[in-house]
T-cell receptor
Framework: GAVVSQHPSRVICKSGTSVKIECRSL??????MFWYRQFPKQSLMLMAT?????????EQGVEKDKFLINHASLTLSTLTVTSAHPEDSSFYIC??????????FGQGTRLTVV | GESVGLHLPTLSVQEGDNSIINCAYS??????FIWYKQESGKGPQFIID?????DKRQGQRVTVLLNKTVKHLSLQIAATQPGDSAVYFC????????????FGTGTRLKVLA
């Protein structure tokens, strides 16, 4: 299957700082990518849909100023957690949509805010 | 979010037995369904999918059943092995053209030796 690379796999940051997570589709172009958040022992919750060249579409209850999404190319979307706080600690997962095929998932990023 | 889990239900099965994992989906307009396996600290791994014009699809050791009348999906794993231990999620996609994947609450499968 297609490969989606997510980086970093783990990050620890201080409260108040910002963290950027990258999602790359390595062998296909993805006009649409998705960002999910997963708390321990819970399901994946869709945060936003990232569209290349346009603004992301956020799900209800997700703060767009808190979770900045940029999809500047057909192979890269980034999620920036701004002014991170301990409650933002979570597992963040991206997926990239290969149209006509399916969405392929990255390996996730474990964010810990201390 | 559209899918909020509390605590994952757990299914414990003996090695070699068959496992059946169930999922209720929410949107009757969804037209594509996928089962994923997730191991600790990793992203979801595709297992098998089914489109809404089918009610059954078989893969290697796995079968997915779709009942659109009651909006229910099941995943059957034959001859369950220790390596099958993981959390399993169903995802619904649609309606057609939106490509929006919504995940179910998940089930933890524990294979007992």
């Amino acid at each position: 299957g297609a490969v989606v690379s997510q980086h970093p796999s783990r990050v620890i940051c201080k409260s108040g700082t910002s963290v950027k997570i990258e999602c790359r589709s390595l062998d296909f172009q993805a006009t649409t990518m998705f960002w999910y958040r997963q708390f321990p022992k819970q399901s994946l919750m869709l945060m936003a849909t990232s569209n290349e060249g346009s603004k992301a579409t956020y799900e209800q209850g997700v703060e767009k100023d808190k979770f900045l999404i940029n999809h500047a190319s057909l192979t890269l979307s980034t999620l920036t957690v701004t002014s991170a706080h301990p409650e933002d600690s979570s597992f963040y997962i991206c997926s990239a949509l290969q149209v006509g095929v399916e969405a392929f998932f990255g390996q996730g990023t474990r964010l810990t805010v201390v | 979010g559209e899918s909020v889990g509390l605590h994952l239900p757990t299914l414990s099965v003996q090695e070699g037995d068959n496992s059946i994992i169930n999922c209720a989906y929410s949107n009757s307009a969804s037209d594509y369904f996928i089962w994923y396996k997730q191991e600790s600290g990793k992203g979801p791994q595709f297992i098998i999918d089914i489109r809404s014009n089918m009610d059954k699809r078989q893969g290697q050791r796995v079968t997915v059943l779709l009942n659109k009348t009651v909006k229910h999906l099941s995943l059957q794993i034959a001859a369950t092995q220790p390596g099958d231990s993981a959390v399993y999620f169903c995802a619904e996609v649609g309606p057609s053209g939106t490509y929006k994947y919504i995940f179910g609450t998940g089930t933890r499968l524990k294979v007992l030796a």
